[in-house]
T-cell receptor, first 113, second 111 residues
Framework: DGGITQSPKYLFRKEGQNVTLSCEQN?????MYWYRQDPGQGLRLIYY???????QKGDIAEGYSVSREKKESFPLTVTSAQKNPTAFYLC????????????FGQGTRLTVV | GDSVTQMEGPVTLSEEACLTI???????????LFWYVQYPGEGLQLLLK?????DKGSNKGFEATYRKETTSFHLEKGSVQVSDSAVYFC??????????FGTGTRLQVTL
């Protein structure tokens, strides 16, 4: 089945540690996105990538980093510089080029302990 | 830049009531418009879409019409069910394939 997979579903991190969230898609989509969702809030764009080896900052990129070495993969690293990392993180992909809809993973809930 | 504004929730309705969730947008050019739905603890699923002015998207009894003159894409359903309880997001893709979301509207349907 084609789709977009995020792992893990739940993640706990100690303060001061970096952590990487995985996002893999087998839809052959060019564009991939990372969003952050806080309780009762909408989605805020962290980073997006329209093509392999290229990505752009979204609205809240500070304290996060990404890579896009393969078309299928777009991992997100939450660094220790992110002051309030506890949130629900959603990865999405789309064909790209504007217009078509995005497909979402099931999300990763990150909690800092 | 692009932006989406949707009505704040929560919206609480009795089963079989009519639903309208307002959504307006600001964008350059001709964006595509979407409604997504999110059930508790899950990612977002596409509910419906419209890619040009006057298009009507529809799915599962929900519908929305792309109104360029009023820059709106209101979500409607004639008779809601308890299973429709979820958070609904209005969104658009505009320049640079960037998907922009509204803040979401929580719908609670009671018996």
């Amino acid at each position: 089945d084609g789709g977009i997979t995020q792992s893990p579903k739940y993640l706990f991190r100690k303060e001061g540690q970096n952590v990487t969230l995985s996002c893999e898609q087998n839809l052959n989509h060019d564009a991939m996105y990372w969003y952050r969702q806080d309780p009762g809030q909408g989605l805020r764009l962290i980073y997006y990538s329209q093509i392999v080896n290229d990505f752009q900052k979204g609205d809240i990129a500070e304290g996060y980093s990404v890579s896009r070495e393969k078309k299928e993969s777009f991992p997100l690293t939450v660094t220790s510089a992110q002051k309030n990392p506890t949130a629900f993180y959603l990865c999405a992909s789309s064909i790209g080029g504007g217009g078509p809809e995005a497909f979402f993973g099931q999300g990763t809930r990150l909690t800092v302990v | 830049g692009d932006s989406v504004t949707q009505m704040e929730g929560p919206v609480t309705l009795s089963e079989e009531a009519c639903l309208t969730i307002n959504c307006t947008y600001t964008a350059t050019g001709y964006p595509s418009l979407f409604w997504y739905v999110q059930y508790p603890g899950e990612g977002l699923q596409l509910l419906l879409k419209a890619t040009k002015a006057d298009d009507k998207g529809s799915n599962k009894g929900f519908e929305a019409t792309y109104r360029k003159e009023t820059t709106s894409f209101h979500l409607e359903k004639g008779s809601v069910q308890v299973s429709d309880s979820a958070v609904y997001f209005c969104a658009l893709t505009g320049t640079a394939s960037k998907l922009t979301f509204g803040t979401g509207t929580r719908l609670q349907v009671t018996l």
